[in-house]
Nanobody
Framework: VQLQAFGGGLVQAGGSVRLSCAAS????????VGWFRHAPGKEREFVAG??????????AYADSVKGRFNISRDNSKNTLYLQMNSLKPEDTAVYYC???????????????????WGQGTQVTVSS
């Protein structure tokens, strides 16, 4: 599986950005995909994920982004999205998409559970 993330940039606080992650290779369900972020001086952290089965998907969010971010995917385009609204300066980070062929019904929240990673895209939120 190859992943390519794009869509980051510079945005003012309160603004919105949509990240995309295009996947190629094995993309048949079930599998799990997610977004992580890495801010300066901090560890890479889970942002959002979807555990995808043939009948649908279960999502999960970090508490810090719940209600502001929305993860979705377009199966016809093999693309994962992260809609980021009401952005705050503390959302500034490099955002990575990740995937794993593992599935247990809920998104994995730890880095070691994902074996495929995109290259990262920078999101900078100015105050």
């Amino acid at each position: 599986v190859q992943l390519q993330a794009f869509g980051g940039g510079l945005v003012q606080a309160g603004g919105s950005v949509r990240l995309s992650c295009a996947a190629s290779g094995r993309t048949s369900s079930p599998y799990t995909v997610g977004w992580f972020r890495h801010a300066p001086g901090k560890e890479r952290e889970f942002v959002a994920g979807i555990a995808i089965s043939r009948t649908g998907g279960n999502t999960a969010y970090a508490d810090s982004v719940k209600g502001r971010f929305n993860i979705s995917r377009d199966n016809s385009k093999n693309t994962l999205y992260l809609q980021m609204n009401s952005l705050k300066p503390e959302d500034t980070a490099v955002y990575y998409c990740a995937a794993t062929i593992k599935y247990y019904g809920r998104p994995y929240r730890t880095i070691r559970d994902y074996e495929y990673w995109g290259q990262g895209t920078q999101v900078t939120v100015s105050s």
